[in-house]
Nanobody
């Protein structure tokens, strides 16, 4: 199983980034996909999640209206479009997969750094 995040980098406040997470080794279309982030000295927190069929999404209040999660089951990839970025969005962003039917299994990527600074 692999989850590989990409698209992170340095961006100015107000800018945009699009993160991607490419999945392999499991049946992607049956898994709920999520983006988490962890800032230095803080706990990892849920940013956004999307159901297996893209029918349902959820967002943390801090990113509502600015971030959009999406997925392409044909490409085994989940995305998060991040607009109007703020310095407080600076963190390592992680991709997570868990089965849509529930259970203890979950898979994590290694993360990609996003830094919002002028």
């Amino acid at each position: 199983v692999q989850l590989v995040e990409s698209g992170g980098g340095l961006v100015q406040p107000g800018g945009s980034l699009r993160l991607s997470c490419a999945a392999s080794g499991f049946t992607f279309s049956r898994f709920v996909m999520s983006w988490y982030r962890q800032a230095p000295g803080k706990e990892r927190e849920l940013v956004a999640a999307i159901s297996s069929d893209s029918g349902s999404t959820t967002y943390d209040d801090s990113v509502k209206g600015r971030f959009t999660i999406s997925r392409d089951n044909a490409k085994n990839t989940v995305y998060v479009q991040m607009n109007s970025l703020k310095p407080e969005d600076t963190a390592v962003y992680y991709c997570k997969a868990r089965p849509g039917t529930g259970g203890p299994i979950s898979y994590w990527g290694r993360g990609t750094q996003v830094t919002v600074s002028s």
